[in-house]
């Protein structure tokens, strides 16, 4: 009886606490991630020669005006990200 | 009246306000539990939500620090910008799901998570240990911020330490008053104004294009190493930064708080497609307050970074009598910053030590109504400590960021692999939890921040996550 017991206490507890109790549901598809890798990428001043980069655009140089539109479609993105594929 | 004066007695009034706010927040309680104290009820609207999060991750040092750093070192440090919209960005990784099994558990703690997720209690323990260290740190950081602003806005009339005791002293009483629904209360009215002073200021101190234009061909002709693109090393370091405080914001305990605290997963959605915004109509704007304050600063060897805005707002300020009104906004909004994440962090801290320290140990069997008030004792102890410390600093802000950050992103593991990792378990954790704060840590103390310009805290957590996989895999086989 006593052993009884334990089992189903164990059975409970395992209901309660299943093995793995991560709660990997996805919500956003592996790409999503991708385009901000992309994104992140093009907020930092690799890609520009200096000649290029140090163009003044609106008073500042190329170079910070770049990242400057990178950080704005980052912000433009997550927003379409959250309406697209954050569900209730 | 002077200007210090009219600074004073709206400081003193918002101050008012506050603890006015505390009494309202306490009258509209629905129990004493935790809960109700730490969560306020589990309910919290959008609104409020997006300004709680707003204020809370927006602190002195990034409303000080960022102006001041761009004036001593240039344009690269539009870094700040990337990083605090990173942070946005990685809550999305794993805010979701998290906050659907807190609503199913009634998680109150980070430490709730921690417990659900791995059921190991040496984990939560560690894991809760280095959130308490970087949350004394942070809320040290703040303390002393809030001397140093008081000081400056006042031009040294009101002295350092009557600046942190008296912050200090407001906080407390009305957080211990309202708890959460008393901070987020206080944060909606920080987040507004500062909204309204910073833009405010903004367009009636923007300089046009052409004048942007002088500043920048100065700077190339005078200082070129502050305008022109970053070297390769300095790339490297700005990557680095912007992971490390990326990963390590979005896990900030009070952060994780305010994702349980949402009312629906549509008002979490919302907030935090809002945040998103908020680096660029709050760093950028501080940035380039930066760059149109550099010619103020021309004969400055190496400007002090807690004083830079202060003594710009008194100029602008000066320019006119509308200037002077939204100049008195954003004093009391920087002031008001200060306080909301030092209550924000205070209340996180409490909570931790109360119900997952002495909760799970001398306090087991206590009631969530008895450990609210030891949650609120902790507070008053907490506070009364770091004051002390905070009077007697030796320590400038942006070390004490960085000490901060080096640690918080080894916890970040728990919540991005605990909620995606199948093989990951207790034990790799815990060694991986282990192993990267003691690099970390460890690195940092004998003066070593970055190897190859990457940051030691970075590089401890991809050791975090290598050994957590090793030792999950070798279990699991």
Same mark, same amino acid.
């Given at each position: 009886?006593?052993?009884?017991?334990?089992?189903?206490?164990?059975?409970?507890?395992?209901?309660? *606490?299943?093995?793995?109790?991560?709660?990997?549901?996805? @919500?956003?598809?592996?790409?999503? !991630? $991708? #385009?901000?890798? /992309?994104?992140?990428?093009?907020?930092?001043?690799? *890609?520009?020669?200096?000649?290029?980069?140090?163009?003044? @655009?609106?008073?500042?140089?190329? !170079? $910070? #005006?770049?990242? /400057?539109?990178?950080?704005?479609?980052?912000?433009?993105?997550?927003?379409?990200?959250?309406?697209?594929?954050?569900?209730? | 009246?002077?200007?210090?004066?009219?600074?004073?007695?709206?400081?003193?009034?918002?101050?008012?306000?506050?603890?006015?706010?505390?009494?309202?927040?306490?009258?509209?309680?629905?129990?004493?539990?935790?809960?109700?104290?730490?969560?306020?009820?589990?309910?919290?609207?959008?609104?409020?939500?997006?300004?709680?999060?707003?204020?809370?991750?927006?602190?002195?040092?990034?409303?000080?620090?960022?102006?001041?750093?761009?004036?001593?070192?240039?344009?690269?440090?539009?870094?700040?910008?990337?990083?605090?919209?990173?942070?946005?960005?990685?809550?999305?990784?794993?805010?979701?799901?998290?906050?659907?099994?807190?609503?199913?558990?009634?998680?109150?703690?980070?430490?709730?998570?921690?417990?659900?997720?791995?059921?190991?209690?040496?984990?939560?323990?560690?894991?809760?240990?280095?959130?308490?260290?970087?949350?004394?740190?942070?809320?040290?950081?703040?303390?002393?911020?809030?001397?140093?602003?008081?000081?400056?806005?006042?031009?040294?009339?009101?002295?350092?330490?009557?600046?942190?005791?008296?912050?200090?002293?407001?906080?407390?009483?009305?957080?211990?008053?309202?708890?959460?629904?008393?901070?987020?209360?206080?944060?909606?009215?920080?987040?507004?104004?500062?909204?309204?002073?910073?833009?405010?200021?903004?367009?009636?101190?923007?300089?046009?294009?052409?004048?942007?234009?002088?500043?920048?061909?100065?700077?190339?002709?005078?200082?070129?190493?502050?305008?022109?693109?970053?070297?390769?090393?300095?790339?490297?370091?700005?990557?680095?930064?912007?992971?490390?405080?990326?990963?390590?914001?979005?896990?900030?305990?009070?952060?994780?708080?305010?994702?349980?605290?949402?009312?629906?997963?549509?008002?979490?959605?919302?907030?935090?497609?809002?945040?998103?915004?908020?680096?660029?109509?709050?760093?950028?704007?501080?940035?380039?307050?930066?760059?149109?304050?550099?010619?103020?600063?021309?004969?400055?060897?190496?400007?002090?970074?807690?004083?830079?805005?202060?003594?710009?707002?008194?100029?602008?300020?000066?320019?006119?009598?509308?200037?002077?009104?939204?100049?008195?906004?954003?004093?009391?909004?920087?002031?008001?910053?200060?306080?909301?994440?030092?209550?924000?962090?205070?209340?996180?801290?409490?909570?931790?030590?109360?119900?997952?320290?002495?909760?799970?140990?001398?306090?087991?069997?206590?009631?969530?109504?008895?450990?609210?008030?030891?949650?609120?004792?902790?507070?008053?102890?907490?506070?009364?400590?770091?004051?002390?410390?905070?009077?007697?600093?030796?320590?400038?802000?942006?070390?004490?960021?960085?000490?901060?950050?080096?640690?918080?992103?080894?916890?970040?593991?728990?919540?991005?692999?605990?909620?995606?990792?199948?093989?990951?378990?207790?034990?790799?954790?815990?060694?991986?939890?282990?192993?990267?704060?003691?690099?970390?840590?460890?690195?940092?103390?004998?003066?070593?921040?970055?190897?190859?310009?990457?940051?030691?805290?970075?590089?401890?957590?991809?050791?975090?996550?290598?050994?957590?996989?090793?030792?999950?895999?070798?279990?699991?086989?």
């Amino acid at each position: 009886m006593q052993e009884l017991n334990t089992t189903l206490l164990l059975c409970f507890q395992m209901n309660k *606490y299943p093995k793995n109790r991560h709660t990997s549901e996805k @919500v956003f598809p592996y790409w999503v !991630w $991708l #385009v901000y890798a /992309i994104l992140f990428a093009l907020s930092i001043p690799w *890609y520009l020669s200096e000649a290029i980069a140090m163009h003044l @655009v609106l008073g500042l140089p190329l !170079w $910070l #005006v770049a990242n /400057i539109c990178a950080i704005v479609m980052m912000a433009g993105f997550t927003i379409w990200t959250i309406r697209t594929y954050w569900k209730d | 009246m002077g200007t210090t004066g009219i600074i004073i007695l709206s400081v003193g009034a918002y101050l008012i306000l506050l603890l006015a706010l505390g009494l309202i927040a306490n009258r509209q309680r629905k129990s004493n539990t935790l809960k109700d104290f730490y969560l306020a009820g589990g309910n919290m609207g959008a609104f409020v939500l997006l300004f709680t999060l707003y204020a809370t991750q927006y602190s002195a040092n990034t409303m000080l620090v960022t102006p001041a750093e761009v004036v001593n070192k240039g344009m690269g440090m539009i870094l700040i910008l990337g990083y605090m919209t990173a942070v946005v960005v990685f809550y999305l990784t794993f805010a979701p799901q998290l906050y659907n099994i807190s609503k199913k558990q009634s998680f109150i703690t980070p430490g709730d998570w921690f417990d659900y997720r791995f059921k190991s209690p040496k984990l939560t323990l560690l894991a809760n240990g280095i959130l308490v260290l970087v949350s004394v740190n942070f809320l040290l950081s703040q303390l002393m911020a809030m001397g140093h602003i008081v000081n400056g806005v006042t031009d040294g009339q009101i002295p350092y330490w009557v600046g942190v005791v008296a912050l200090a002293f407001v906080v407390i009483v009305y957080e211990t008053l309202g708890g959460m629904r008393a901070v987020a209360w206080t944060d909606v009215i920080q987040g507004i104004m500062l909204f309204i002073g910073l833009i405010g200021l903004f367009i009636m101190v923007m300089p046009s294009t052409d004048e942007l234009a002088k500043i920048s061909t100065w700077l190339i002709e005078n200082e070129p190493k502050k305008i022109t693109v970053p070297d390769v090393s300095f790339r490297i370091y700005w990557a680095s930064l912007l992971l490390m405080i990326g990963l390590g914001g979005a896990v900030y305990p009070q952060v994780i708080q305010r994702i349980y605290a949402a009312k629906s997963v549509k008002t979490l959605r919302n907030s935090l497609g809002a945040m998103i915004i908020m680096p660029l109509v709050t760093v950028l704007i501080l940035f380039l307050l930066g760059v149109i304050s550099i010619p103020h600063f021309i004969d400055s060897e190496g400007v002090s970074k807690d004083t830079v805005l202060p003594e710009m707002l008194h100029y602008w300020g000066g320019l006119s009598a509308f200037n002077f009104g939204l100049m008195i906004m954003v004093v009391v909004a920087l002031i008001a910053a200060i306080m909301s994440t030092a209550d924000s962090v205070l209340l996180s801290l409490s909570s931790i030590i109360a119900k997952d320290i002495f909760g799970k140990s001398k306090y087991k069997s206590a009631s969530s109504e008895k450990l609210t008030k030891l949650g609120k004792l902790c507070s008053w102890i907490i506070m009364f400590i770091m004051v002390l410390v905070a009077l007697h600093p030796k320590i400038t802000l942006w070390g004490l960021i960085e000490l901060k950050m080096q640690i918080l992103v080894q916890v970040a593991p728990l919540f991005l692999l605990g909620v995606h990792s199948k093989t990951i378990n207790s034990k790799g954790m815990f060694l991986g939890l282990a192993v990267g704060f003691l690099f970390a840590t460890g690195a940092f103390l004998i003066g070593v921040k970055t190897i190859g310009n990457i940051h030691v805290g970075l590089i401890g957590f991809v050791l975090n996550i290598m050994v957590a996989y090793s030792f999950s895999q070798n279990r699991n086989s």
